[in-house]
């Protein structure tokens, strides 16, 4: 007698956000033997997974069989809360010498947020692996007592991470087992992307912080990415620079392959602001204002690994209009970026909760006037900020991504590059990132052929109250 699994992912790596499918037989003692489970003792960790020991269970699940006398478990509901979005810079621990643990901001390792980093920092929450071992109980007779399992199956170890798959994302069909193909986000050809749909090419400020996530030994261990190679221009095309910041422990990655998980999603710092953070080359061209645009490709040891993304540098709007800069979860658990660089319109809501206040002193010998008492007045002044954002032209690709946006669950604002600073920068604490929600309820799809020209409205409001002193 022997369980088996019948039914699992395709892909060892794969988007949490989807069904986890397992169907589990044991013909013999479903046919034979009475109050038959079968058990998932799910095993999560981000080091490797040995499933005879129970250092990383965190759960023991159970089914019935179903009318084909066999167990199906959907386990996404639990996987997928053991893994989270990435918010701030700094890594878990790790040994010395092996991979950074942190991140840095202007060179300092105060706690930060990811969007700000200098160069890379490896992933805390959003990725992990899971392992399960399949087992059967049941007993001699129908009023026996259950028997304790004897025989297992187990699943290879697979890698999830934070992402989500739409109903019209693709699937691969393999005999019974089914799943995402990730092979356009593996950095080993000049066909893959970053982790990320955004365009290869986007537009940003000078003072615009954001970061582009890859993934990292993977499919292999043997796949890392050794570098990112910057390509800086001017106006006319000409190249006046670049840079090959490596991908190492002391630039916030990894300099060895390992198996630990956090290593397998990394974020690279690329956009202006971070470039000013760390390189001196790049602040130079800023300050001679000779910088256009720049280019950035991963690089592992044997060559460019990736697709070419290029980004424009963009001035501030010409009319003098305010400049803001969100950033949001995207499909696959990490951070996407754009500058709503038109006009942008503030309205404040207030809420305010009163009362009817004597108009002088009832509690003493004799009646006292005041003449600031007295009247209605407000006890709590809530006030709320909602912003509406409009965007310049955009091509199809861009109005596509910003569905994105619009059903991403986290937003928020990031605020600019400061070159006042003092070091520690320990003014950073609450000061470049704004939480939001969007409020925008519906989202028109234009296409060039329908509309000709495509822009887009967003409004957005700020999660934070306004405070007022109490009364």
């Not at 060179?107 to 990725?127: E, F, Q, R």
Request: hydrophobic share 35%; with cysteine.
């Amino acid at each position: 007698m022997a369980v088996s699994i019948d039914q699992q992912p395709l892909y060892p790596v794969l988007p949490i956000g989807q069904q986890v499918i397992f169907s589990i037989s044991e013909t013999t003692i479903v046919a034979t033997k009475f109050k038959v489970k079968f058990i998932a003792e799910v095993h999560i960790s981000n080091r490797t997974i040995n499933l005879s020991v129970a250092d990383d269970l965190i759960g023991t699940f159970k089914t019935t069989p179903n009318n084909a006398g066999v167990g199906i478990f959907d386990l996404r509901p639990i996987l997928e809360t053991f893994v989270k979005p990435d918010n701030t810079g700094v890594a878990a621990n790790a040994p010395a010498g092996t991979w950074s643990t942190t991140s840095s901001y202007k060179g300092s390792t105060v706690p930060h947020p990811v969007h700000l980093i200098d160069k890379y920092v490896a992933s805390l929450n959003s990725i992990k692996y899971f392992a399960i071992q399949f087992k059967v109980e049941y007993s001699e007779t129908a009023d026996g007592t259950v028997l304790a399992p004897s025989n297992a199956d187990n699943t290879i170890q697979y890698t999830m991470f934070n992402g989500v798959l739409q109903y019209d994302d693709t699937l691969t069909l393999t005999n019974n087992d089914y799943g995402y193909n990730l092979d356009a986000f593996y950095l080993d050809d000049t066909n893959a992307k970053f982790l990320t749909n955004a365009p290869t090419t986007q537009y940003a400020r000078l003072t615009d912080y954001g970061t582009l996530p890859f993934l990292n030994f993977i499919p292999t261990p043997s796949e890392k990415i050794t570098s990112i190679h910057l390509e800086y221009y001017n106006s006319a095309g000409v190249n006046i620079g670049s840079e090959n910041p490596l991908q190492n422990y002391a630039n916030g990655g990894s300099t060895t392959t390992s198996d630990w998980s956090e290593k397998r999603i990394m974020y690279f710092g690329v956009f202006p602001a971070n470039l000013r953070n760390w390189s001196s080359t790049f602040q130079a061209l800023v300050v001679a204002d000779t910088i256009s645009y720049y280019t950035v490709q991963a690089y592992t040891s044997a060559g460019a690994s990736s697709q070419l993304y290029r980004i424009n540098v963009i001035c501030p709007n010409e009319r003098g209009y305010e400049g803001i800069r969100l950033t949001w979860l995207n499909q696959w658990g990490t951070w996407d970026y754009y500058t709503f660089n038109k006009k942008s319109t503030r309205t404040l809501t207030t809420n305010r909760t009163s009362y009817t206040q004597l108009g002088g002193a009832w509690n003493e010998s004799t009646f006292q006037i005041a003449g600031y008492k007295g009247g209605k007045k407000n006890f709590r002044v809530n006030s709320t900020e909602k912003i509406k954002l409009n965007t310049g032209f955009v091509t199809e690709a861009e109005g596509v991504w910003f569905e994105e946006l619009i059903n991403s669950n986290e937003v928020y604002i990031v605020k600019g590059f400061d070159g006042d600073e003092v070091t520690p920068f320990n003014t950073i604490t609450n000061k470049y990132i704004d939480p939001v929600t969007l409020t925008t309820s519906s989202y028109v799809k234009k296409t060039i052929a329908n509309d000709k020209v495509m822009q887009y409205t967003i409004e957005i409001e700020k999660s934070k109250m306004q405070r007022t002193q109490s009364v």
